[in-house]
């Protein structure tokens, strides 16, 4: 039985990626995935409160690999965290294509309305706040030079949020996967103390 | 005469802001644009040749600051280029809140048509070139320490576009100028030859 549940709720989220990518968040409607994953609506609704629901549970599968890189890189030291980090490039850049229009198309709703706003904004700062606290803990454990964290925490997050957009704009302007840890090599050396 | 024609074309630039943040670039219409501007679809038609041509001189206007920047600092030395850049900075972000959703969803099309795709990746590859030319002169100058000019140019181009990103979603989360100018030098800091 939960074998099955959580059957359903996959053959859902892979429908809702296919549909908002090929017809955008905005016009695929719940009915249109529902008849794409073959299953009522009620079942629909068992597992998610609304599209938008759907949509942010996309976004944090997504972002499911950095999450795990964080969550393993514990013990480490915090130049180890950011190699850590960078494992789970090749899989993000990997399936940015297929999920970044939608999020454009996400933000560009949260940038008109106030609920949707409200709930997209909501990882977009836990990883600010998780980067702000990691750089700190790079100056205190001796590690890096003192930088200002809450700037730096802006920065890695404008160049990650940059890069995604750029590697979506012009896919084969440059290998993005190396770009991005390259610059997060860039990055962490220029704050190590030497 | 010739004051006439600007007239009309600053008429049909304004009209086309309000509308595209308004409606969404894909829902306001070049009949839509003239009504609200006041004028024929002759002398729309005059000024620019679609509704994508429109729209590219809207990005080309908002750019104009930052190539301003850049074209006064041919004499400068590139640490001294990077500081008149960040005076564009207060232009930039007081107008991005207006301009911002548009690009979005132009970016969010250029995704999915090869046409627009085509013409929306121009100037960014303009800029990208433009950086990595820039790093080159520093380090030759012996301004800067031996970077790699390219990958360099990368991140600036990503935190350029990632800041602005933000500063849309979450345009009271910081100060998004001082970020973007304290970001700046540090970049800038972080290169300098010692």
């Known amino acids: 039985m939960q074998q099955r549940s959580e059957e359903t ?20 409607s719940v009915d249109d995935i529902c008849a794409e994953a073959g299953i009522s609506k009620g079942a629909f609704y ?19 690999t950095i ?3 964080i969550e393993v890189s514990k013990e480490k030291t915090v130049p180890e965290t950011f190699m850590q ?9 990997a399936t940015a294509n297929e999920g970044l ?15 949707i706003w409200q709930a997209s904004v909501k990882p977009y700062r836990r990883y600010h706040k998780y980067f702000t ?5 790079g100056v205190d454990e001796g590690s890096f030079v003192e930088v200002d964290p809450e ?17 979506l704009l012009d896919p084969k302007g440059a290998k993005w996967e190396k770009v991005a840890r390259d610059s997060t090599n860039m990055l962490v050396n220029s704050m190590l103390k030497k």
Chains 1, 2 share one sequence.
């Open 9 to 28: 709720r996959s053959k859902i989220l892979a429908s809702a990626i296919k549909l908002f990518s090929a017809k955008g968040f905005a016009a695929a």
């Open 46 to 64: 068992h597992h998610f409160k609304s599209k938008q629901g759907l949509f942010l549970a996309l976004l944090d599968g997504w972002l499911k």
């Open 67 to 69: 999450d795990n890189a």
């Open 85 to 93: 980090i960078t494992e789970a490039f090749p899989y993000i850049f």
């Open 101 to 115: 229009p939608m999020f454009l198309e996400f933000w560009l709703q949260a940038s008109r309305d106030e609920k």
């Open 133 to 137: 606290d990691l750089i700190k803990k």
């Open 151 to 167: 700037l730096t925490s802006r920065m890695i997050m404008s160049t990650a949020m940059g890069m995604l957009l750029q590697s």
